[in-house]
């Protein structure tokens, strides 16, 4: 896996999104700088957790279809004479 890299849109969003939380939640200002820190502590140190579920989660929706397929292939199959 590569290091975790967002655009400038994505990450004035995140940046948005984590002071909100900030304010909200736990009643404190954090400043833009800030708030970019924490979001590539948690690309780099908790972000392989989600992306890892993230793939995990797409192979077993790939092997469920994968036998839904291998069912309709089965239907298709015509009598040997």
Do not use: C, W
Not at 14 to 19: A, L, N, Q, T
Not at 34 to 40: R, Y
Request: charged residues 30%; aromatic residues 12%.
């Amino acid at each position: 896996m590569t290091d975790m890299t967002f655009n400038q849109d994505q990450k004035a969003r995140m940046v948005s999104k984590i002071k909100r939380y900030f304010e909200d939640e736990l009643q404190q200002e954090i400043g833009g700088f800030e708030a970019e820190f924490l979001i590539d502590f948690f690309a780099k140190e908790i972000g392989p957790h989600f992306y890892n579920r993230g793939l995990s989660d797409a192979q077993q929706v790939l092997t469920e279809k994968m036998e839904e397929v291998g069912y309709v292939m089965a239907e298709l199959e015509k009598p040997e004479v």
